[in-house]
């Protein structure tokens, strides 16, 4: 059974930065798809980053580029999030997310595997 166990949330003021990890353990196969979905307050869970751990594909909406970089480390099977110029309207509960094979990696749906979420809030 896959776990997944974000880290790295917090507080910070607007313009800041933030590195999220998140660490899989239990895996008997290689996760092969990894995405970083956050859920706003009284809103839908929505992605911010996706991930293929092979080739190291990634895919962020429109609204996150340039802002936020995911990453991973084959070899502390963990994955990043590294998120810079961070605004209000980044607040939110983020999550990572872990599957074997993905239609897509921009879904929720994609994903089997999720962690129990780390809360990031932006504010002055």
């Known amino acids: 059974q896959v776990q997944l166990v974000e880290s790295g949330g917090g507080l910070v003021q607007p313009g800041g930065s933030l590195t999220l990890s998140c660490e899989a353990s239990?895996?008997?196969?290689?996760?092969?798809?990894m995405g970083w979905f956050r859920q706003p307050p009284g809103k839908e869970r929505e992605v911010v980053a996706g991930l293929y751990t092979g080739n190291g594909n990634t895919y962020y909406p429109d609204s996150i580029k340039g802002r936020f970089t995911a990453s991973h480390d084959n070899a502390k099977n963990t994955l990043y999030l590294h998120m810079n110029n961070l605004g209000p309207e980044d607040s939110g509960i983020y999550y990572c997310?872990?599957?074997?094979?993905?239609?897509?990696?921009?879904?929720?749906?994609?994903?089997?595997?999720w962690g129990q979420g780390t809360q990031v809030a932006v504010s002055s």
């Open positions: 997310a872990a599957d074997y094979v993905c239609t897509t990696i921009w879904r929720v749906s994609d994903y089997d595997y």
């Open positions: 239990g895996s008997p196969y290689p996760i092969y798809c």
